[in-house]
Structures are given as structure tokens and as C-alpha cells.
């Protein structure tokens, strides 16, 4: 199946622009500019909508702008006015069970507590394609909600960003529905290095 559409999600607003949780706009940010397309508000779909070129297809793109625990109604809306099924529909997030550093296809399963894919399951189901942008984990249940609203450290973010160009490297594949090519060179790349400063 090709992509047809990719939402990447993340809390709108300067506040939360630069945090951990937001790895999903920085995804579809670059890809955006990677491709020359345009971000404009669309207040029916409660979001930014572009749309890029990726070699000889076209891709829809979606910012859900309803905060993270709302983004399912925004994607359904979008996926719903252009007749796209969850199996062509393709959702970047940040990742607490991935390092720093590491980006990963899957295709459906669950949310994993993640409040945005919970929203998403309620509205659209569990079949649809994820990317997975490593954010690492606190160590403790209680911090995770301050972890992921607070911005990287600068080698984190320098290793996030990283992945996220790693993972760019695949989208026209995903785009054009080569799924497994697109997952054999997405994976076996190494991780990028989330150094210390000393």
C-alpha cells in the first residue's frame, strides 16, 4: 500500500515547539521544506494541511492542531474528506521505549500509552503505519509527563534530528508503497549517537 497521508503530532504553540513530545511536527516540518510544499491552517480539519511531490506521487500532510490527547479527530476528518483507509495512513510520534537517536516503521498495534495514537485508535482504529522517533525514557512513570513536555539536551536533540533525516531518506519508498525496502534501510542503519558534552 502506498501513503497517502502522514500526520505527525505534536502540541501547537512556541511553548511546546521545541519539546521531546513534538518530534512528530519536526518530521513532517522538514519533509515539507525537503519537498517545497506549504503548510496552511484548515480549520475543518482542525489542523495545518500541506501537500508534497515526493518523485512522481503526491502525499498529503497533516499537523493536528487540537493538542496531542485530541489528535485523532482531526486526522479522522482529514482521512475521512479525502476517502483514505488507515492502511495508507502514516502517524510520526516520539517514542518513550526507543533511544535517543533511533528511528522505526511499524505497521499498526497498539498505543502503548501514548495519548496521541490513543486518540487515533478511538477515531481510526489500530491499523494504520507508525514512525517511531526515539526520545529515550526518564527512568521513573511519575517524571515521563515533565520528560516529554521539556525540550532535549542539545546532543539529544542533535540525535533525534538525526533519525529524523535517516528516516526522510525513506518516505519517497513509503510514499510509493515499497514498505519493506523502506523498513530494511531505515533499521539497519546505527543509531545516531547521543554524545555527553563534558
Known amino acids: 500500500m502506498p501513503i497517502c497521508l502522514i500526520a505527525g503530532l505534536g502540541n501547537p504553540g512556541p511553548r511546546y515547539a521545541d519539546t521531546r513530545h513534538n ?50 479527530g482531526s486526522l479522522q476528518k482529514l482521512a475521512a474528506f479525502y476517502r483514505i483507509p488507515p492502511e495508507e495512513i502514516l502517524v510520526v510520534h516520539d517514542d518513550l521505549d526507543l533511544p535517543v537517536g533511533t528511528a522505526r516503521l ?6 502503548g500509552g501514548h495519548n496521541g495514537l490513543r486518540d487515533i485508535h478511538r477515531h481510526l482504529g489500530a491499523e494504520f503505519a507508525r514512525l517511531r522517533i526515539g526520545i529515550g525514557h526518564p527512568g521513573h512513570r511519575e517524571a ?37 525496502k523502506a523498513v530494511r534501510e531505515l533499521h539497519a542503519r546505527p543509531a545516531a549517537e547521543n554524545g555527553k558534552t563534558s
Open 23 to 72: 518530534a512528530g511536527f519536526w518530521f513532517v516540518d522538514h519533509l515539507v521544506r525537503r519537498h517545497g510544499g506549504v503548510f496552511r491552517a484548515e480549520s475543518r480539519f482542525e489542523g495545518e494541511v500541506a501537500r508534497v511531490q515526493v518523485g512522481a506521487t503526491g502525499c498529503l500532510l497533516l499537523k493536528p492542531l487540537t493538542f496531542m490527547n485530541r489528535s485523532g
Open 106 to 111: 511499524k505497521m499498526g498495534g497498539g498505543h
Open 144 to 180: 515521563v509527563i515533565g520528560y516529554v513536555l521539556e525540550r532535549p539536551t542539545r546532543d539529544e536533540e542533535a540525535a533525534m534530528r538525526e533519525s529524523i533525516d535517516a528516516a526522510l531518506e525513506s518516505a519517497g519508498d513509503l510514499i510509493a508503497g515499497d514498505w519493506d
